[in-house]
């Protein structure tokens, strides 16, 4: 059985840093791509990152680069979304979300999702 949870959201200032985590299991690395996506109002479910343990693919948003990291914990099987100097643009309900096989950005290929976790930056 897979199972994934999103959580360590919250509120912060603009320019602040979050780190949101996920937790799994029954899902082995190895195998599959975990991703991370975001959903502010009004708007459509958009990719964030995603690293494949299955064949190393990656992918990370233009929005992302250069502020955003994931990492992995394989022993405490959890994936991580450290996120730095943040925007109000980036206030969504953030989900972690895994795949078998390469990474992908649509969200419509991702088979495992855990719910979201609501990040708020104020300006």
């Known amino acids: 059985e897979v199972q994934l949870q999103a959580y360590g959201g919250g509120l912060v200032q603009a320019g602040g840093s979050l780190r949101l985590s996920c937790a799994a299991s029954?899902?082995?690395?190895?195998?599959?791509?975990i991703a991370w996506f975001r959903q502010a109002p009004g708007k459509e479910r958009e990719a964030v990152s995603c690293?494949?343990?299955?064949?190393?693919?990656?992918y990370a948003a233009d929005f992302a680069k250069g502020r955003f990291i994931q990492s992995t914990d394989n022993a405490k099987n959890a994936v991580y979304l450290q996120m730095n100097s943040l925007k109000p643009e980036d206030a969504a309900v953030y989900y972690c979300?895994?795949?078998?096989?390469?990474?992908?950005?649509?969200?419509?290929?991702?088979?495992?999702w855990g719910h979201g976790t609501q990040v708020t930056v104020s300006s």
């Open positions: 029954g899902l082995p690395f190895d195998v599959y791509a």
């Open positions: 690293f494949s343990g299955a064949d190393d693919s990656t």
């Open positions: 979300a895994a795949k078998g096989n390469t990474c992908d950005y649509d969200p419509i290929s991702f088979d495992y």
